[in-house]
């Protein structure tokens, strides 16, 4: 079956602008979560759906952040107002929502903030 | 702060040796644990998980998990050039009941021909 997808693949964007990240889960899976990795550097989990439960956004690094999802489908991560430091690329996992379930990566979108 | 710690290496290994990779997690209650492996410019995929105490191998994997020193391991036997990436450990988080994991910043491993 298909597995995460997530568009655009990249993006280069100006300083100040916005921008809109896509995911789409594995079909069925209730839980999704979005991570951003800097260049060289480790996983930084941002925010996690599951199911209709409210979201923990405990991992949003400011306010210009903001993801939405619908149902058990599309998310969607925002960015107002880029800044050369989020340039990173941003990764989207599904997972069945269970606990010890393992989460599966999309292939992620390369962000360029000049 | 819940951690999951391991070292970033780089690991150099020689073809068809064993690589082994260390995890230490701070969270005594965590009962899942990952290994993810990343190549470089490519997305974390899942090569092993492990619940439950002692080694579980998969083909060149084995995964070693011991609860009571709260470390997991990853051994790869046989290392091919191919085995050439970062290595990232992942432990599920107590407070969070619907799988939520936390993942360590990796190890680099370098198999040399």
């Known amino acids: 079956g298909a597995g995460v997808s997530q568009s655009p693949s990249n993006k280069v964007t100006e300083k100040g602008k916005d921008v809109e990240l896509r995911c789409d889960p594995i079909?069925?899976?209730?839980?999704l979560y979005w991570y951003r990795q800097r260049l060289g550097q480790g996983l930084e989990f941002l925010i996690y759906f599951q199911g209709n439960s409210a979201p923990d956004k405990s991992g949003l690094p400011s306010d210009r952040f903001s993801a939405e999802r619908t149902g058990e489908s599309v998310s969607t991560l925002t960015i107002q107002r880029t800044q050369q430091e989020d340039s990173a690329v941003y990764l989207c996992?599904?997972?069945?929502?269970?606990?010890?379930?393992?989460?599966?990566f999309g292939p992620g979108t390369r962000l360029t903030v000049t | 702060q819940k951690e999951v710690e391991q070292n970033s290496g780089p690991l150099s290994v020689p073809e068809g040796a064993i690589a082994s990779l260390n995890c230490t997690y701070s969270?005594?209650?965590?009962?899942?644990f990952f290994w993810y492996r990343q190549y470089s410019g490519k997305s974390p995929e899942l090569i092993m998980f492990?619940?439950?105490?002692g080694d579980k191998e998969d083909g060149r994997f084995t995964a070693q998990l011991n609860k009571a020193s709260q470390y997991v391991s990853l051994l790869i036997r046989d290392s091919q050039p191919s085995d050439s990436a970062t290595y990232l450990c992942?432990?599920?988080?107590?407070?969070?009941?619907?799988?939520?994991?936390?993942f360590g910043s990796g190890t680099q491993v370098v198999v040399t021909p």
């Open positions: 969270d005594r209650g965590s009962q899942s």
């Open positions: 492990i619940y439950s105490n």
């Open positions: 996992a599904s997972s069945q929502g269970l606990a010890g379930d393992e989460q599966y």
């Open positions: 992942a432990v599920d988080e107590t407070a969070d009941s619907w799988g939520k994991l936390q």
């Open positions: 079909s069925g899976h209730t839980a």
